[in-house]
């Protein structure tokens, strides 16, 4: 474990930056999906308003008014940082819970007799 440290530790460097910062430079614009879905539909800014297309029975979910919906903390008035905030809050808690699982899965070897030789091992 002590020589992939530092491998660990910059890939949790590199992700938290990715996250808390040039996360709030990516794209607002529909992605292909929501473009395909409202596709033969009228469109005002996010809101289909007529026409026939994959998205009019589409609703918002569950935890749609969740701390962290959308990609950002809503609890922040300022957008960049609460993107940024979300962003590392996701990061360490995916890092915690993988870690974590991969505590639990480890290899574990017996621990031998404290007064043992190398050579009997």
Known sequence: MKRNTGFILAGLFVSLLLAG????FASGSPDGLDSASTQGCEVDGEEIVGGACMGSGA??????????????LTAVDNAFL???VAGVVGVLLTFAVAGG?????RSRR???PAG??????
Not at 101 to 105: A, P, R, V
Request: aromatic share 12%; proline share 6%; hydrophobic share 45%.
């Open 110 to 112: 017996p621990e031998a």
């Open 59 to 72: 609703q918002d979910h569950e935890l749609a008014d969740s701390p962290f919906a959308d990609y950002g």
């Open 82 to 84: 609460g993107t940024a």
């Open 116 to 121: 043992a030789l190398a050579s009997e091992r």
């Open 101 to 105: 699982l991969f505590w639990l899965t």
């Open 21 to 24: 910062v040039v996360s709030n």
